[in-house]
Structure formats: structure tokens, C-alpha cells
């Protein structure tokens, strides 16, 4: 009997096995070579799923050797913790997306998305450090796209500026999720007409935004809308709240773009966790 670690390292490898170029090649380094991208993004979803630090996540696969080898490493060809922390930047924004959309895959999502922000805290850092590297901003705001049937999460953006409204954010994400979906919700800061035109116009999107009530009619607006289909919108705010209680409200990252990649992966980690506690089947191969 598998145990549930094991199942989610089987998802993990077989959604990376989907994203990663050098799956083929040898994992460990011979004759002075590095570990391949494979590995390490196999590696570095184990550290965020189990929670631990770089030398911690090493420790424990190394009295793992079943896990290990299902990612294609001998618990003697493990990376160094610096190693491992270091191979964090080579891994592309893009690559933690594209790991993002195979997660989803593994469950039979729904026709209705919902969309919200948050914020997560940065790890603190000493005065010196923060003088240094003018690390000022402490939250990072993160924007979900998620499936309100399965409560999966479809698509991220990530930002650590004020700039730009919602409602940008908003086009962005139901851009790219415009073939799966077909009812979009949100609370009222996305409230803007433009967008509502945007996404029934050119998105064959069904927008439910509440109107911010502004002005007498903006109340029989907000009585058409179907109460049941909005109230789905907290199903965000749930998915929000089980990724920080399971994996953490600080990210461990300093610098910004690690940050968005830590934060990419840890929504792809919460995906592959939810399949492989439900138990859903790895899909066929094509």
C-alpha cells in the first residue's frame, strides 16, 4: 500500500515529466555535471509539500530511498543543501505555470471560476540585509484563479507593486482560462464595466461582479445576479486559507522573483496534495 507522500511523488513526477526538457537524462551529475532541471523541480515541490528547509528536505530523502529513487536519485546522489537552494533560479517563471496548468489536470474541473487576491509575508531578514538589498516591501500579493467545483487552482499572478488595477489582473488570468471556462466571479473590487464587457464580448465569459452601489440602479444590477452561482466566489477565499494553514504563510525566498516561482509552485504542491489525498488516479499517457 502506497503511502500518501509516495502518491504525491508520483504526480509530481508525472506532471514534470510533462514540463521539464532533460527528463531523459541521467538525474545525477557524472563526471562533474549538474542535476538536471527534472530532478530539481521534483526536489524543490518535495521541500515546499514536507514544509522543511533546503538541508532538512536533503536530510529527510535521504532516509527515504523509495522516494528518491521514484525521482530518479540515489539517496547517495542527493544535492548538496547549496546545491539545491542554488538550482532554485534556474528554474524559469514559466516552467512553475506550466507546472501549475498539469496540476489541474489531474482533476475534472468545473465551468465556473472564481478570482481574489491575497497576500503572503515575506520572510523577515536583518536591518543590514534590508539597507542592503532594499527589501522594503513585506507582503506579496497574489491573485488566484481557481475551480470552484474542485476547488483546484487554475492560474496565478503575482506582484509586489501596488500598480495596476484589479481589474488588468482580472483580463489576464481569464484570458488564458477563457477555453475552459464559462462563468466568471469576483467581489466587487473587480467592479468595472470594461472588464464586464471584455469578458462577455471577447471572452464568451459569463461575468458575475457584484456593482458597487453607486447610484440607485446599481441595486436592481446586483438583484439579477444568481446568488447561488456568486456565492461560489468564497470557494477562493477557502482555497486561500488551506494553502497558507498546509504549506505556509511566509515564503522563505528573499528576493522577488524567486518569491513568484516559490509561490507558482506552492499553488502546483497544493494541486498534486489534494490528488494524490483524494486518491485520483495518475492520467492515461497519451
Known sequence: MSTRIFRFTERVVF???????????????????GF????????????????????????????????SREIGLEPADLPHPSTFCLAFDRI???VCRTLLQQSAQFHNTGPIGAIDATFFERSPASRSYCNKTKYEVQDLKATKLVDTET???????????R???????????????????QVLTADKGYDCTWLREYLREDLDLRPLIKHCI?????????????DDLYHQRSM???V???????LGVALRARSWYREFREIALMCAVYNIKEAAKQEIPLPSCD
Open 240 to 246: 486561500f486559507s488551506s494553502v497558507k494553514r498546509s
Open 151 to 161: 476547488n483546484v487552482i487554475l492560474d496565478l499572478h503575482c506582484t509586489t507593486t
Open 15 to 33: 506532471a514534470v515529466k510533462r514540463v521539464a526538457d532533460d527528463w531523459d537524462e541521467p538525474a545525477a551529475p557524472e563526471g562533474g555535471g
Open 92 to 94: 524559469e517563471m514559466g
Open 236 to 238: 477562493s477565499e477557502t
Open 36 to 67: 538536471t532541471d527534472a530532478a530539481m523541480i521534483s526536489l524543490h515541490c518535495l521541500r515546499i509539500y514536507l514544509d522543511t528547509t533546503y538541508r532538512m528536505t536533503i536530510d529527510l530523502l535521504t532516509e527515504m530511498p523509495r522516494i
Open 214 to 226: 453607486n447610484k440607485p440602479y446599481d441595486h436592481a444590477h446586483n438583484a439579477r445576479i444568481d
Open 163 to 181: 500598480e495596476g488595477s484589479d481589474a488588468d489582473i482580472c483580463k489576464q488570468l481569464a484570458r488564458r482560462q477563457a477555453d475552459e471556462l
